[in-house]
């Protein structure tokens, strides 16, 4: 008798193949991709070197438009459904930067609350700003947020 050691890999492969939806959602002609950050202190802050710092940010996109899948041909870009029109929390899915370049050193974004928390390790006035990247739409750039870090 023959085993087909095999056999139970291709059964799992094939359990996972899915047909994509026949109605999928693209941005809408009046599509925006806005993205706010702040602090608990608002767009200005004041810490002292050394201290975390919680960064908060707020995505709004849409409209998203429903529309047949096999309309945007192969190459189409196209969501199963559209993201909610508003995300109170996503600091953690950004990517943030600090004028001067790498003056802040940011936790791993690993946290539940989706909040992204900085410090800096020397005195002085930083410029805090976070780009947001989604499905179908060109990136997004925040407002900007200003850190004086005292000693």
């Known amino acids: 008798m023959k085993r087909h050691c095999g056999l139970p890999v291709i059964m799992a492969l094939l359990a996972g193949c899915t047909q994509p939806p026949d109605r999928v959602f693209v941005p809408g002609s009046l599509f925006t991709h806005v993205i706010e950050v702040r602090t ?34 192969k190459d189409g870009c196209w969501v199963g459904s559209p993201p909610p029109a508003e995300e109170p929390e996503v600091a953690t899915d950004l990517t943030w930067r600090t004028d001067p370049l790498e003056a802040g050193k940011f936790d791993d974004g690993l946290r539940q609350d989706h909040v992204r928390r900085v410090r800096f390790s020397a005195p002085g006035r930083y410029v805090l700003k976070a780009t947001s990247a989604t499905w179908c739409s060109s990136q997004a750039d925040s407002n900007i947020l200003v850190v004086v870090v005292r000693p």
């Open 40 to 73: 608990a202190q608002g767009a200005a802050a004041a810490v002292k070197t050394g201290e975390w710092l919680t960064l908060h940010a707020r995505r709004r996109t849409g409209p998203w438009t429903e529309v047949d899948r096999k309309s945007l041909g």
